[in-house]
Structures are given as C-alpha cells and as structure tokens.
C-alpha cells in the first residue's frame, strides 16, 4: 500500500550528538513535511518542501535542518540536540493540488539523554 | 495571530453514545477543514474533512458540520465504541497562506465500556 514511512521509529541520541530522521513516501507526493510534537501537544510544523523548494517556518531554529534529495525521500537533521528537542518526530505528504490532506508517517520519537 | 483552538481538552463517552468535540477557528480565509485521529504513539490519521463552501460532511460513523458564521467546527462520532478512544485535532488550511495547515490543540476522547 502507498504510504508514509518513518525510520527509525524510535531513536535515543546524547545531547550534542548530530542525528538524522528519515522519511519515505510511495505516494508520489511534491509536498513533504517535517512537524515537531510534543507530548500533549498539536504537531508544530518545522518546514516543508514544495518540490525541492525548502520552505522554512520563521520559529524553526537553526539546529534543524532538512535534505530532499529525491521526491521520495526526506531528511530531518538535528545538529547539536538539546533535552527540549526531545520530541515525537512527524512527516506528512500530499498532493500539490487539492484537497490539501496531509498523509502523515507513524512518527519518530527522539529521545535525548 | 490566526489560530485553531479547541474548547474541551477531555471528553468521557460511555461506549454506544455520541461523541461531540468541538473546534473553534480564527481565520475566515480558511478554506478547509481536516479533522484527524492520533491514537498514541502514532501518527495523525485523517477522519473526515470538509470545504468552506459546504456546512456539513458525513462519513461512517462520522459527521463534521462547519459553521462560518460563528468560525466552529464539530466532529460527531456516532455509536462511540472503544477504538474511538485516542486525541482528536482539528486542522485548517488556508491556500492564502500557503496552504499550511493549523492544527488545533487537540481533544482526547476515553470511552468507558
């Protein structure tokens, strides 16, 4: 089935030790989307890619970076995690036309000791 | 700034009522309306959506109403049964803004047996 695919789906790492989150998608999606959830929380979008036009939000900060090396495929890069960055880990796809839903991965919880 | 918000946190539901959760949204240049099921440790699971130009969708046990006037949405979950049990968010999309979505914060529904 076509689908989101987030791997791992769990990942501890040491506070400053860099740490990359992959996602995949078989939907031929455009769009991809990186969110950060915390517990209790709604996803906060950290940035998105229209095509390979990066798209950044203004809040994101600069220790999280994103590579879209092929349609299919996308990164989040954490370079120097923090304990605050601990977190569940989200990526969407759609559609670049309408109806605008966003397929989401199971997610990746980060955890950082 | 432009916002999604939610009025209950937690909703109780005997299992075989009806669900109610409730959604308030800011920005009238929203277009449309996803609402999404998130069981924990996974990922947000579309439910239903919805477009500005209708006031009313129904699905399979599911029913979302939307009312301009008074920028509120609503999901009805009919029959509740125990696999209903997970956080309901709600998310609009306004394609001024880039079609991004804004997720309210989200309602978490326990259904008693």
């Known amino acids: 089935d076509a689908m989101v695919i987030q791997n791992p789906r769990y990942q501890v790492t040491q506070f400053g030790k860099p740490v990359t989150l992959s996602c995949s998608q078989t939907l031929n999606h455009n769009v991809m989307y990186w969110y950060q959830q915390k517990s209790s929380q709604a996803p906060k979008l950290l940035f998105h890619y229209y095509d390979k036009d990066f798209n950044n939000e203004a809040d994101t900060p600069d220790n999280f970076q994103s590579r879209r090396p092929n349609t299919s495929f996308c990164f989040l890069d954490i370079r120097s995690p923090g304990l605050g960055d601990a977190a569940m880990y989200l990526c969407?796809?759609?559609?670049?036309?309408?109806?605008?839903?966003?397929?989401f991965g199971p997610g990746t919880r980060l955890t950082v000791t | 700034g432009e916002s999604v918000g939610l009025h209950l946190p937690t909703l109780s539901v005997q299992e075989g009522d009806n669900s109610i959760i409730n959604c308030a949204y800011s920005?009238?240049?929203?277009?449309?309306f996803i609402w999404y099921k998130q069981e924990s440790g996974k990922g947000p699971q579309f439910i239903i959506d919805i477009r500005s130009n209708m006031d009313k969708r129904q699905g399979q046990r599911v029913t979302v109403l939307l009312n301009k006037t008074v920028k509120h949405l609503s999901l009805q979950i009919a029959a509740t049964q125990p696999g209903d049990s997970a956080v309901y968010f709600c998310a609009e999309n306004a394609e001024a803004a880039g079609n991004k979505l804004t997720f309210g914060g989200g309602t978490r529904v326990l259904v008693k047996p």
């Open positions: 920005n009238s240049a929203s277009d449309y």
């Open positions: 969407a796809s759609r559609e670049d036309r309408g109806p605008y839903e966003q397929y």
